[in-house]
């Protein structure tokens, strides 16, 4: 179990450029770098095309305005004359601007943690991987869904044999939340994923199989792609030559098959992404609308499901196991959302703000005495031998 002591001898000084307010992925970034406090801290940030509306968000974030920045170069140049400056950056931007970023990054001497899809031409990965190298910087990605505790249990059973031999991939990520082309006009983080300057060759497939694949070399690290064939289409017209569906078969070197569907336009769909892994003995599926479980299903017997957290699981999907048994994915959310509403009521209570007061909900001592009564009086029933009782 990982409880969020430290793992390295002191966070990294990190920034980030993009991410800003308006952004939809800016504060999975945050969160997911600094809950510990013991890995990231964020010292920089070009948040924003917008210069003002950078700076007032980094001042909500309680940043220091002297290290908000009206773009990355400022961002890179500035840091580099500080005796404390950034060792990391962070790339969440929209597409076409990674690999200049990355690039920049990289030659200011910074380790680098890039948005997928990371660039448009393996070339400029090449490019980037020779960088990197020259510099001994890292480039990580961040495909966000493939941390999941189940999924390093999905890779050592498959490793481990328990299925056999790999035979079938199945992978699907098809969502219907660009059934409506309205957005393609209107929402900020819709307009720029359809046009292709932008977003690179694709939408859906880089938008969001990148995901899924990743999610299938992780899961099934022996399995080599050696061919595929991609069938894709433009159901909003005015998307083209950009797909918001497609649909892949693919076909590995040790025979096994598979195939991919993605999809912006899967109308009602909630369910978002699917892995199934089909072997000779047994199948092993997940999806991310249930991720605390994995199904292992072996030919001819009844399906088990896989809890995350459980001592029967492997010791790789352990190891970064952060809440225990039976306290479930998501639980943190419930934690963080509580913590702030006592930060409100204390606030509110030091500037003797009784309407904020009064509608804040929250448990406060009431709710606390309520419990100890709860408890005392459902004692006193049973002890009488089960009689009705006051609460109060
Ligand atoms: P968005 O359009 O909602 O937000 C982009 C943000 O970047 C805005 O705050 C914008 O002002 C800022 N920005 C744009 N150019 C900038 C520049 N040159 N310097 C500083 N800031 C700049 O886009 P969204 O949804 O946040 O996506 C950003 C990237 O993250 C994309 O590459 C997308 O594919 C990826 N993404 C990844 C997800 C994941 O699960 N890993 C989820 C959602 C998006």
Redesign the pocket.
Known sequence: MFIGEKKIARPFRWGI??????????Y?HRLGAMRDNTSFELKAA?????FARCVDFGKNLNMDEERLYP??KTMFAEEAKREDGIEAVDI????F??FE?CKAALEAGLHVIC???LFFKVEEGEEIKALAEKMGKIVCV????SGFDLLSQMRSMIQNGDIGEVTMVDLRYAHGFACDPTGDKQA??QK?RVDPAKSGPSFVL??LST?TFYMSELVCPQLKLKQLLCDRQSFIKSRAPLEDNAYVLMRYENGAVGRMWASAVNAGDMSSQHIRIVGTKASLEWNDMHPDELYYEVQGKPRQTLVRAMDYLNPEALEYERLGALHYTGLIDSWSNLYTRFAIAMDAKNRGDEETLNSLVYPDLEHGIDGIRWVLKCVESADKGGVWVDFK
């Open positions: 450029v993009g991410g800003g307010r308006t952004s939809g992925v800016g999975k070009a948040f924003d095309l917008d773009d990355y969440a931007t929209p597409n601007q990674h970023v948005e997928k899809p961040t495909y966000g869904f900020e983080g720029w880089g938008d995901h």
